[in-house]
């Protein structure tokens, strides 16, 4: 596409950008003008915008920022806006609705915008109920909820109020990071550099690229039981959800596999997270040929896949056959959805990318509850029951009863999940779960094995053991070979170099990894944590 001058018109917006990004304050706020910059980006020529638009709004901008919760006229709360500088908002209870536990009407004062055409939007949510609504008025409005849904919720609002979030980037911004954040689940060129842009910008990932062949000629005599393979996805479905879970947790891969080789000599691969014919994500042992067939000619996610080889020590501690009954038993069974979340929320504040926050999640929770209540119950409602010793609650009655309890929920999701906590589908395993169960099995964390959960442990904090080969003249001829930058382990294949921060840096000990930050872009730890 060749250059676009900018005609008259649009040099004049360029110059009105100027002025009210440059306007005087007054009392503390600026000048109020007519628009705000970003009102009007989407006048501009496209090239401008983008530039703009990116160096402000991103995939982060979707997420609303939690300002408080009103319960009562006594409970009120204030807050500064995107839109709206002065914000204040309480809640009425009333039986207009004349039911047995009535219903309330939440009030919001808006005032001090700082332009004639901008607008907050609002997500206001119990753990019974998602709504929302949107200002661009300077005056009182309220939200009416004609009907508690019975006795918990009313009681719920009443001793913990409504929830609201504020979507921190307005209308427009909300909107324009849809539209960069859609891209990331893509399978397309445009998809897989949004997903490198992400990770550039918010985790300081460098992408470097790599000199041809991508692909390393592997001798499989060199590979053995307990290597570790440390696969990143960057585009497409898998890419897209690999990115944010990147993001959120710090590590710089996004799958794990295990090697295995059996008593003949031949070479295994152990997987949770293999799709099956049905399109069901399961646990699987397949052959090394099969297994890296696939991810060389149908695998279109474009992995970059690193091997990891165990240290001489590590590997003379391997317990080989206890590996192979461990994986065995737990071929078929369902991907580990249940613990899925809870290996990354750690603390009650400390691992949450701003603005994501507990409250946001249990929202998140409630939404899913509603529109895929199978779906909620497998990825944390039984596992949420697990931490409070019940049975069959609903996401609802698990908010209510743990603040009945005087656990706030917050505090519930950093309940560490217990290796062997019995699910209705049977043991729950995500992939870095399943390699390090096998480790766990195969000896690799004695003496301590009984105050390791490996349910707790992310893909960084696995990949961080010190349980690695340590001296890369000790690697295959074949690692690497191709690369003037000599990794501390074989990159097998992939267009970019694949980095590890913190790799085969941390001993194990006991409680590993239970209560630790995560906040992006360092990712700093606490020791022992």
């Known amino acids: 596409m060749g250059n676009r001058e900018a005609s008259p018109w649009s040099l004049s917006l360029i110059l009105l950008l100027v002025l009210a990004s440059t306007a005087p304050f007054s ?32 995939a982060a901008d979707l997420l609303p920022s939690f300002v408080g919760a009103v319960s009562s ?78 006795e918990s919720e009313f009681e719920y609002v009443k001793n913990n109020g409504v929830s609201i979030f504020l979507m921190q980037s307005g209308m427009l911004g909300t909107l324009l990071a849809l539209w960069d954040v859609l891209p990331l689940f893509t399978n397309t060129g445009w998809g897989e550099s949004s997903n490198l842009a992400f990770l550039k910008k918010h985790m300081g990932a460098k992408f470097e690229p790599r000199p041809e062949p991508w692909v390393s000629n592997i001798s499989v005599a060199d590979i053995h039981s307990g290597d570790f393979l440390a696969i990143s996805k960057i585009r497409g479905r898998w890419g897209g959800f690999e990115t944010l879970e990147k993001w959120v947790s710090g590590a710089y891969a996004g799958h794990t596999a295990i090697c295995l080789k059996d008593s003949e000599g031949n070479l295994w691969v152990g997987e949770s997270g293999h799709e099956n014919e049905k399109g069901e994500d399961i646990i699987a042992v397949l052959p090394w040929e099969e297994w890296w067939n696939f991810e060389l000619t149908k695998d279109d996610s474009n992995p970059h896949i690193a091997l990891l080889p165990l240290h001489p020590d590590m590997r003379a501690k391997f317990n080989n056959s206890a590996a192979w009954e461990y994986a065995l038993s737990m071929s078929g069974k369902p991907y580990g959805y249940h613990n899925m979340i809870f290996s990354w929320i750690d603390t009650i504040a400390d691992n949450y990318p701003p603005p994501l926050d507990a409250h946001l999640v249990a929202s998140v929770m409630t939404v899913w509850n509603r529109i895929q209540p199978a779906y909620a119950a497998n990825m944390w409602n039984e596992a949420l029951n697990k931490r409070l010793g019940t049975e069959g609650l609903e996401l609802p009655e698990i908010i209510v009863e743990s603040e009945k309890r005087g656990i706030s929920f917050d505090k519930l999701l950093t309940v560490p999940e217990q290796d062997d906590w019995l699910y209705t589908d049977g043991y729950s395993t995500s992939c870095i779960a399943f390699v390090l169960q096998i480790y766990k099995k195969a000896g690799l964390f004695d003496p301590i094995t009984n105050s390791i959960q490996v349910a707790e442990f992310t893909i960084k904090d696995a990949y961080s053991l010190r349980f690695f080969e340590d001296n890369s003249s000790h690697l295959p001829d074949w690692c690497n070979e191709s690369d003037d930058v000599k990794l501390p382990f074989c990159q097998i294949r992939g267009k970019y170099r694949m980095e590890l921060p913190g790799y085969n840096s941390m001993d194990a000990y006991p409680h590993m990894n239970e209560r630790c930050p995560s906040l992006p872009p360092e990712y700093n730890r606490v020791k022992n944590c």
């Open 73 to 150: 006229p006594n409970s009120s709360v204030e807050w500064k806006g995107a839109c709206f500088y002065k914000n204040h908002a309480w809640m009425e209870f009333n039986n207009a609705s004349g039911t047995q536990w009535g219903g309330g009407t939440l009030h919001i004062k808006t005032s001090n915008s700082h332009s004639w055409t901008c607008m907050d939007l609002y997500v206001f949510a119990t753990p019974y109920r998602v709504t929302w609504d949107y200002y661009f008025i300077g005056r009182e409005h309220t939200l009416e909820f004609k009907e508690w849904e019975g």
């Open 27 to 58: 009392d503390g706020y600026p000048l109020k003008l007519p628009f705000r910059p970003s009102d009007i980006l989407p006048l501009l020529p496209r090239q401008m915008s983008k530039v703009i638009l990116n160096t402000v709004y991103g």
